[in-house]
């Protein structure tokens, strides 16, 4: 049976190989054409919100669930990163920096068992408009944790410091909101 530690092991593996981003594609790629073993090995999602399931200086591996509705500021990661997708749908903008601040750059849906990879300088937004969690195991080559990086605002598209609590208030809102959804579906 998956467990974590195997996809860990295995994307550790594939960090040795000469491409490790398109290494850990493939990786992911096959773990994702089976998001039972997923959910059981990683746990059901019941709520939005990021799940670390291995970090260190060179590997970061996260359980990402985005709540329905939910979408996520433009931000950059200045690593690369690997998105597989097990549940739902996520959607993705992209943007490029202009001097005169953001640009739009096109976009693309990312389904369930579909893998997305982002280079180094990918600046995106993130959004769910599905009613259903959009799952999935985010791998990137570095320590996703730490260092300077940025995110902008979400009208106006200022630059400012990436801020991770911000982002956690954003899934609690999400969640709050679908939490009152869901109860007032019941009803
Ligand atoms: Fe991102």
Known sequence: MLAVEDIVERCR??????????AVRDVLTELVADPASLDRAVGAVELGGITALH??????ILRVAWTPGMVLNPHEHRMWAVIA??????????????PGGLEPAGGREVGAREVLVLGDDVI?????????????LHVYGGDFFTGARSEWTFDTHDERPRDLANT??????ANAR????ASSARR
């Open 13 to 22: 593996g594939a960090l040795g190989e000469h491409t490790p981003v398109l």
């Open 55 to 60: 970090n260190d200086a060179d590997l970061t």
């Open 178 to 181: 679908w939490r009152a959804t």
């Open 85 to 98: 997708m097990y549940g739902g749908q996520e959607d993705n903008a992209f943007f490029r920096r202009t």
């Open 124 to 136: 995106h937004s993130v959004a769910n408009s599905r009613p259903e969690f959009a799952v999935a």
């Open 168 to 173: 956690q208030r954003l899934f609690e809102a």
